[in-house]
């Protein structure tokens, strides 16, 4: 058979004795479990071992692309890096954009695994000749990732992808990521302090090799009509006027069901910072380290967010690899960097509301800094919130913050706060590794202000406005994440009008807000097919923000088809995601996770209920909620672990005999 769409091996290193091989996936493999995310969960249920230590030798670090990147299908530039998370001790994966990968696939591999531990620092080089080497990498260690990066460059090709940790990954920081493209960042689960300890500064990757596609020319036809889609873009209002959009829908007592090419337009005009002031006004964006509400940031207040304000300082936008829709900029920085990425939502909620710090030149001072070192704008910010709040009950004194008054919106001590983390330097060093590691230190009582689901911190899209959230920050492998599910997710997934038997909604029609709290069948439906659905979407390498303007416009499943010349029907490949889902959960259970541990923090599901604001009163039964979830996928429904019977159900049966054993153990 012909390989279409994925290059049909991977190339494992390691580390410890500078060797490397490379193996061959057999087809059947891509067949039952796509390639990106979904090869990486085989390999490392059956390659790490239960007892490995996240930052030592047994651990395997993935970088994979998508069986869609480099086959021309529009939204397919994203990667993954995967691993055992020293931030949760379970399934690890982080996703980022730019032009990496594509270049990992150049090389003539779908994935590229890290094994072992180097004596000193090192980076893989692929040359465009297909040679491959480690190389010794001393003279970047020490470096910032933007300036390891520049460097790396001039010394092989400006045309190199390069994926790449900053000073916070090498010194493993249980909340720094992998960087690419000049700050981009793949942050999540920690992931970077896993390459730091395995003393791997970067990936250099050159190579040529080109990926065959099944119907070149039906790809062509469905990135024409996808643009289409993309370009339609009508006049919009102003940034102000979408803050007082989001006080109506705070108000009005009937929620819309959401189209994704409203948010499309959004994205298309301001990127992600389009949504900072609506957020806060209609409760999606969490405020005061999750104790607060729009009351503390009221419109005058918040204005400092405005949208338009960061677009007057915007350069140059740019598109990731295969994206038409371009929602990244450049702005400038001209007291600090010179320039700087347009900080993303999470990043100017995180570092600002979060924070209660109201002023916008920091939060850009704060990004680029973030940027470089490699640390997580999210796990920083809230790790930030939480010192603030353990200050400001006694929990800490000026002595142990080395002098620093932490009061909410004191920006002058979150920057000071931040630079000590990245160099994990007196008071820093105990917040370096996050919030669960830090309450840990500060003892018992400071457990009431830390924010987490399963040791991360949580993103800025508020659970108590929309429970969707909630339920799948506590319930997937990787907990604490924004980026797979959500009822707003599924109302601009569109799923339905693919795979018929799945809950209909229909767009821009309008329900009852609480309707929402309600935990049911129909919930759970959705939110188990928006975790099926985002297992297909980063196997294919495909954009989350593609996927929001709906798969009858931009029709991922058809891609797959295209590209491999396979016949799946879209209930098909919601059955291998829900295999994938099934897989990592084994995963988690084999390296001692209990699955109800994963549950958000009471604070942030509602529990005591805000007194006032847009969510007052707001919560929902996550208990409920989370066992109807795992009925949908056969798990145990009390204590959300895969029983022997689901694997059978989800063509998991050849691993029986080994989970048996780990079910047992645990």
């Not at 924004?482 to 795979?499: C, D, K, N, P, W």
Request: proline content about 4%.
């Amino acid at each position: 058979m012909r390989r279409r769409g994925y290059a049909g091996k991977v190339l494992f290193v390691n580390l410890s004795n500078g060797s490397y091989h490379e193996e061959v996936i057999a087809d059947e493999i891509y067949e039952r479990y796509l390639s990106g995310i979904g090869l990486a969960a085989k390999i490392l249920y059956e390659r790490i071992p239960p007892h490995a230590d996240p930052l030592g030798p047994e651990n395997i670090l993935g970088f994979v692309s998508g069986i869609l990147t480099g086959s021309g299908a529009v939204f397919s530039g994203r990667w993954m890096v995967v691993g055992k998370s020293p931030l949760t001790g379970g399934w690890g994966d982080a996703n980022a954009g730019g032009d990496f990968a594509p270049a990992i696939k150049r090389c003539g591999y779908d994935a590229i695994f890290f094994t072992g531990t180097s004596s000193h620092p090192v980076y893989l080089h692929i040359a465009n000749n297909g040679s491959i080497a480690l190389r010794d990498a001393s003279e970047y260690w020490g470096k910032d990732a933007v300036e390891a990066e520049d460097a790396l460059k001039a010394t092989h090709s400006s045309r190199a992808g390069v994926a790449v940790i900053g000073t916070a990954g090498e010194n493993a920081s249980l909340i720094s990521g992998i960087c690419n493209d000049r700050g981009r960042i793949a942050a999540r689960s920690g992931l970077g302090a896993v390459m730091g300890s395995k003393k791997l500064k970067a990936l250099v990757l050159e190579g040529a090799y080109r990926i065959a596609v099944h119907n070149h020319e039906g790809i062509k036809e469905i990135s024409r009509s996808v643009n289409r889609y993309v370009a339609f873009q009508p006049p919009l209002f102003s940034g102000k006027y979408a803050a007082l959009l989001g006080s109506f829908m705070r108000l009005n007592p009937l929620q819309m069901a959401m189209d994704g090419m409203v948010y499309k337009m959004l994205l298309k005009r301001w990127g992600t910072s389009s949504m900072n002031q609506m957020s806060i006004e209609m409760g999606d964006s969490p405020v005061k380290n999750w104790a607060g509400s729009n009351e503390d940031l009221d419109l005058k207040q918040s204005s400092v967010y405005d949208p338009d304000v960061i677009l007057q300082r915007e350069k140059l936008k740019y598109h990731c690899n295969s994206c038409p829709l371009g929602c990244g900029g450049i702005c400038s920085m001209p007291n600090h960097f010179q320039e700087t990425h347009k900080p993303e939502y999470e990043s100017i909620m995180a570092l600002g509301g979060l924070c209660m710090n109201k002023d916008m030149e920091s939060i850009f001072y704060l990004n680029e800094m973030l940027n470089r070192a490699g640390m997580d704008t999210i796990s920083a910010g809230a790790t930030v919130a939480f010192a603030i709040e353990c200050f400001e009950n006694g929990l800490l004194t000026k002595e142990q913050t080395d002098g620093l008054v932490l009061q909410w919106g004191n920006t002058g001590a979150v920057v000071a706060l931040i630079q000590k983390m990245i160099k994990r330097e007196g008071f820093g060093d105990l917040l370096a590794d996050g919030v669960a590691v830090a309450s840990k230190r500060i003892g018992e009582m400071a457990n009431s202000y830390a924010i987490t689901a399963g040791k991360q911190e949580l993103p800025m899209h508020d659970g108590r406005n929309d429970p969707g959230f909630n339920l799948h920050y506590s319930v997937e492998a990787a907990p604490g994440k924004h980026t797979i599910g959500a009822q707003l997710y599924y109302e601009m997934f569109q799923l339905h009008r693919v795979v018929p038997d799945l809950p209909k909604v229909t767009p821009l029609s309008l329900y009852r807000k609480g309707q929402k709290y309600i935990a049911s069948r129909e919930k759970a439906q959705m939110a188990a097919a928006c975790s099926s659905f985002m297992n297909v979407v980063n196997s294919a390498g495909l954009c989350l923000f593609g996927t929001f303007i709906g798969v009858h416009r931009v029709p991922v499943f058809k891609m797959l088809n295209e590209v491999t010349g396979w016949h799946n029907s879209p209930k098909e490949y919601l059955q291998i995601g829900a295999r994938l889902q099934t897989l990592k959960q084994m995963f988690n259970v084999k390296h001692g996770i209990e699955p109800l541990s994963l549950r958000v923090h009471s604070r942030a599901e509602g529990i005591p209920p805000l007194g006032g604001g847009a969510n007052k009163g707001r919560g929902a039964d996550m208990g409920k909620m989370m066992a109807d979830y795992w009925r949908e996928f056969a798990w145990d429904t009390a204590t959300g672990k895969p029983t022997l019977d689901s694997l059978v159900l989800h063509g998991l049966a050849s691993y029986l005999e080994d989970y048996r054993e780990e079910l047992e153990k645990a």
